[in-house]
């Protein structure tokens, strides 16, 4: 790794999505992610980062890689699904570094690879970036470089758009902190349940997930890289953990991962994770 | 291209809820009515809703503008256009892929769905202001009536939540004046868990929204929204109704469609069930998501009906505008 490109590097999390981090009433293991993801947010803002790249598996989409040049992208997120639940809507009011967005889309392009510039009027910006910001940064001082999780894009692809994003970030001068938002396994349950219901959808999905965040822990990323593919599989994880793949396609999360908690949101296995910067 | 793991929405705990409760039947229609005007599924069409269709429509709702393209899926439509005038339905019943909810069927009973979708896909071809009219009233019987027939259900009264691309493409090409009612259902399926619908559980929703329709004396028309093969580029050429660019993604998937278009031509609509799965498995097609499957089983899987109105391939995916029509066509 070039020292520049340590320099420009502040950190990273994974971090989940699920609007039940919000929720008034939230259960346990909803009020802990939450309150991890704070911590996270602490820490990463401990490292003076000038921005946030954040990659969100809920801006889902299937051409190239989108990247938001909204400078201000504002208004309500009504979700979908979860519209009913207090957590259902949120408002949002983002700012979205543009100089350094641009620059990312260029390295992204000079990889070979499709950037696809995103700035449109009411443009919906997805839960996962709405659930995560306000927790990891409540006043706003971070400006954000927003890619989408292209969800047929390899690992790989993936991971050359961090480190596309550290080369911009080297290039415009600024320090930046990763941020992936995503879950980890996937056994959704398929009823409505009370906050205190809630429990992760499979044994064998926890032990995944904890085995996982175990070795993350010990600082074995490059195995649990090469276990991905089978962990997916298994688990049902979020987006393949491709997520994982995007942190760490900035070549610096060479040390022990924190993890801050772990725990269910409706069935699914959820984590808070962070690098430290070196 | 990443692989694509499938795993089956549910736990299957629906299976073992409450018993079916029927709703209540509406009386027949008396001696003596037009049989144009009888109540019941009158129509059902395979829709697609690629929002590239309705880009190259260039109607003043979307803001984008194109030069065309896809001619002969949007010729079909215009045939569906002019069928739908003439069956005069009382309202359009919509199962569409991309209102995407995680935990159970939704079904939208807001009486007046209005706003700008801005697609997130592809905001450069769909950004959208519409304003339709719902049939609550048979909303939420569809909604009861899948509930007790033990499927997860929730009646969408929010306002404010985004109608998806495909809803607005599908229910745009089928009627752009908006002039007739529209039950719009959600999809139980989940991109980013790679999940896709139960289509055992589309069987069920389908008929119980024949019930409803039925029950509330509602002449129908239903609509499901899906693509075919689904595989397809992933890069967009600089026009995106540049026609150079387009054809189907591969010969493998080409010919899978055709299996399943024959059945239809041949009107074996039956042996669907069983094609269904396998033409998934073979091509990715978005009848995983189970919009075809819902629309066949509300119609009751009818044998000797079905019509190809036109096949083409949109990014590289499989498309066909399909129409089954049990009265004939009039």
């Known amino acids: ?278 | 291209m990443a692989s694509v793991f499938h795993v089956p929405v549910g736990d299957r705990t629906w299976q073992r809820r409450g018993a079916p409760g029927p709703l209540p039947v509406s009386p027949p229609a008396p001696a003596g009515a037009p049989a144009e005007r009888r109540a019941g599924i009158v129509a059902g069409y395979l829709a697609p809703h690629p929002p590239h269709l309705l880009y190259a429509e260039n109607p003043p709702q979307n803001e984008p503008r194109s030069q065309g393209g896809w001619e002969s899926l949007r010729w079909a439509y215009e045939d569906l256009r002019t069928r739908l005038r003439a069956l005069a339905p009382d309202v359009i019943v919509l199962h569409a892929p991309h209102w995407i909810t995680m935990v159970g069927h939704h079904v939208n009973c807001v009486p007046n769905p209005r706003g700008i979708s801005v697609e997130p896909i592809f905001p450069h071809l769909l950004r959208y202001r519409y304003d339709f009219r719902t049939d609550v009233d048979l909303a939420e019987a569809i909604a009861d009536q899948a509930l007790a027939d033990g499927l997860v259900t929730r009646k969408l009264t929010t306002e404010g939540v985004r109608v998806d691309y495909a809803t607005i493409t599908a229910l745009h090409l089928l009627n752009p004046d908006w002039d007739i009612p529209v039950v719009s259902l959600s999809a139980n399926n989940n991109p980013y868990y790679y999940s896709t619908s139960s289509l055992e559980q589309m069987e069920v929703l389908g008929e119980a929204t024949r019930k409803a329709i039925e029950a509330t004396g509602r002449r129908a028309v239903v609509a499901g929204s899906n693509s075919l093969s689904h595989f397809h580029w992933d890069r967009e050429p600089d026009l995106p109704e540049d026609m150079a660019a387009e054809h189907p993604f591969d010969n493998h998937q080409y010919r899978w469609d055709m299996r399943l278009l024959e059945l239809i031509r041949a009107g074996r609509t039956r042996e669907l069930r069983t094609f269904i799965p396998e033409h998934i498995e073979a091509t990715e097609s978005e009848t995983k998501a189970g919009s075809l499957t819902w629309l066949l089983a509300a119609m009751g899987w009818p044998e000797g009906a079905g019509e190809v109105l036109a096949y083409g391939s949109v990014i590289g995916t499989g498309n066909a505008v399909c129409a089954w029509e049990p009265d004939g066509r009039r």
């Open chain 1, 1 to 278: 790794m070039a020292v520049a490109e340590a320099t420009a590097f502040a950190g990273a999390a994974l971090v989940p999505g699920m609007p039940h981090l919000h929720a008034a009433e939230p259960a346990p293991s909803w009020a802990e992610l939450a309150a991890a993801t704070r911590a996270a947010g602490e820490s990463i803002r401990a490292a003076r980062p000038d921005a946030l790249v954040m990659l969100s598996t809920q801006w889902f989409t299937v051409l190239g890689h989108q990247l938001q040049l909204d400078p201000n992208p504002r208004g309500t997120r009504v979700d979908e699904n979860w519209y009913a639940y207090d957590y259902g809507e949120l408002r949002y009011d983002l700012r979205v570094d543009v100089e350094l967005t641009e620059r990312w889309a260029q390295e992204i392009e000079a990889d070979g690879l499709q950037a696809r510039r995103t700035r449109y009027d009411d443009f919906p910006i997805d839960t996962g970036v709405v659930v995560a910001q306000p927790l990891l940064d409540p006043d706003g001082e971070l400006p954000l470089a927003l890619v989408s999780c292209n969800l047929y894009a390899a690992a790989e692809d993936l991971a050359g758009i961090a480190a596309a994003a550290l080369r911009a970030a080297e290039a415009t001068g600024r320090r930046v902190a990763f941020v992936a938002v995503s879950g980890l396994s996937s056994a959704l349950t398929q009823r409505w349940i009370a906050p205190d219901e809630d429990a992760i959808g499979a044994a064998g999905n926890e032990r995944w997930d904890r085995r996982v965040l175990d070795m993350l822990a010990a600082g074995r990323l490059d195995d649990v890289l090469a276990l991905r593919e089978e962990y997916a599989r298994e688990a049902s994880v979020d987006s393949q953990l491709r997520a994982l793949a995007f942190l760490a396609g900035t070549g610096c999360l060479d040390r022990p991962a924190d993890v801050l908690a772990y725990g269910p949101v409706w069935g699914t296995g959820a984590a808070v994770i962070h690098w430290r910067s070196p």
